[in-house]
């Protein structure tokens, strides 16, 4: 069962517009989400993290939205820049003591974002 | 210095060798990862290292044999491996991993070992 779901496995967005890209999630006990960039043959990069009693947090072009109602979170890159054309993961924390042993990240399947020139 | 690096960058390696993956990172983080990558598929976890000693396990086929010599160093050795295995195989580092305490762990991966098994 996927508890992080990336429902878009595809997004292609012209330079210099928004890019929003979108994660749902299932479980309420999650407290922490990341997302992370990925280039082929690369690690993934840590881009923006965001805590479940906040709303909003913002990184330059980056900002990512928290939505604890709908389960749902989202990233916007403004202005979208051709480099920023990568695989996306949205990734979750099990929140603390009620997490049992592992508080392993769970990540989605990743969106992959192509920035056009 | 903010990296994390792995070698070798490729390895090919047939189901009746032994070969090693390794990791340094010199951030001075005491949490050190062994994630393995299907392509098209995000990152699954295997092995968690704690201040040098073996906090997870994701039940990891015993021909995958983690080892942390030291507070920067984390190896992979690899035994009688099959093709399924190929895989990208990542290391990442984060400040702290204590399983009941809140912390933010932001993960640095390496570039990763390109793992074929013919």
């Known amino acids: 069962d996927q508890q992080v779901k990336q429902n878009s496995p595809s997004l292609s967005v012209q330079e210099g517009r928004i890019s929003i890209l979108n994660c749902d999630y299932t479980n309420s006990m999650f407290d922490y989400f990341l997302w992370y960039k990925k280039y082929p043959a690369e690690g993934p990069t840590f881009l923006i993290s965001?805590?479940?009693i906040k709303d909003k947090n913002e990184d330059g072009r980056f900002t990512v939205f928290l939505n604890k109602s709908a389960k749902h979170l989202s990233l916007h890159i403004v202005p979208s820049q051709p480099g920023d054309s990568a695989v996306y993961f949205c990734?979750?924390?099990?929140?603390?003591?009620?997490?049992?042993?592992?508080?392993?990240?769970?990540w989605g399947l990743g969106t992959s974002l192509a920035v056009n020139p | 210095d903010t990296e994390v690096t792995q070698t070798p960058k490729h390895l090919v390696m047939g189901m009746t060798n032994k070969k090693s993956l390794k990791c340094e990172q010199h951030?001075?983080?005491?949490?050190m990862y062994w994630y393995k990558q299907k392509a098209k598929k995000p990152p699954e976890l295997m092995f968690v290292y704690s201040y040098e000693k073996l906090s997870i396990n994701e039940s990891v086929p015993s021909r995958f044999s983690p080892e942390c010599p030291n507070s920067s160093l984390l190896n992979l050795h690899l035994h009688a491996l099959q093709p399924e295995d190929s895989a990208l195989y990542l290391c990442?580092?984060?400040?702290?991993?204590?399983?009941?305490?809140?912390?933010?762990?932001?993960?640095?991966f390496g570039s990763g070992t390109q793992l074929s098994v013919l």
């Open positions: 951030m001075g983080h005491r949490a």
């Open positions: 990734a979750a924390r099990p929140g603390g003591y009620n997490a049992g042993n592992n508080r392993k990240l769970i």
């Open positions: 990442a580092s984060s400040l702290l991993y204590l399983r009941w305490v809140e912390i933010n762990e932001k993960l640095f």
């Open positions: 965001i805590s479940s």
